[in-house]
């Protein structure tokens, strides 16, 4: 047996984020969905967010512009403008624990994804810091990702999966990726591996060493 959690990031996209709710609400799949604050404060994106958190998806927070690691930005106002604004515009939709996942630049993780001044502003302000294990990069197989990702799941207990509701393709395999996991004998959740979160709702579980450019 082995157990997936579905990520979604980078959205949400008027053209591949409904079709993925359909497919999660037709196979009764709770997710979360990592958003973009550039996006959200587009009404015609924010309702997509709307529509996926009463269908009880969790809203992540996924940084403002998503264009530059947070530890590789030399802007000392950064968590602010990255973290603290994309928050507000998700507002009252926010998952209580304050989900945030930092943007890894091609699903790699490392120091670049914060620095100490960013890490210190989620635990400042109550955040969970929602990291990943497995990215079979969708965006740029967005026909074979389905099969890389069931094969690295399969070897997993537990997978914390990021894919991407961006209009590559790649989400018109979901239904199919569903489908193989079940029959493979997996199972999927909503909540996450703990050694996914090294900042769980403001207090520091794991070492930030890996995590934070000092
Ligand atoms: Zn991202």
Redesign the pocket.
């Known amino acids: 047996m082995f157990e997936i959690t579905l990520s979604f990031?980078?959205g949400p996209e008027p053209g591949v984020t409904p079709g993925v709710l359909d497919t999660l609400a037709k196979a009764e799949i709770g997710a979360t969905f990592?958003v973009?604050g550039r996006k959200i404060a587009e009404p015609a994106h924010t309702l997509l967010m709307e529509r996926a958190a009463d269908e009880g998806h969790w809203i992540g927070n996924?940084?403002y512009t998503?264009q530059t690691p947070l530890g590789l930005s030399a802007d000392p106002k950064v968590a602010e403008a990255e973290v603290g604004r994309t928050q507000a515009l998700i507002g009252s939709l926010s998952h209580p624990d304050r989900l945030f996942?930092p943007?890894?630049d091609g699903g790699l993780i490392g120091p670049h994804l914060m620095n100490r001044t960013v890490a210190e502003y989620l635990k400042h302000h109550g955040f969970t810091c929602v990291l990943w294990n497995e990215v079979p990069r969708d965006w740029e197989d967005p026909e074979g990702w389905a099969a890389t990702a069931l094969e690295a799941c399969r070897q997993r207990t537990w997978s914390l999966l990021?894919l991407?509701d961006l209009p590559t393709g790649a989400m018109l395999h979901l239904e199919r990726f569903i489908n193989d996991v079940r029959v493979a004998g997996g199972r999927f959740r909503q909540d996450y591996p703990p050694d996914c979160m090294p900042i769980l709702r403001g207090q520091e579980v794991l070492p930030l060493t890996n995590y934070v450019t000092e």
Do not use: A
Request: charge should be neutral; aromatic fraction near 16%; hydrophobic fraction near 35%.
């Open positions: 990031d980078n990592f973009l996924h940084t998503h996942r943007f890894g990021v991407h």
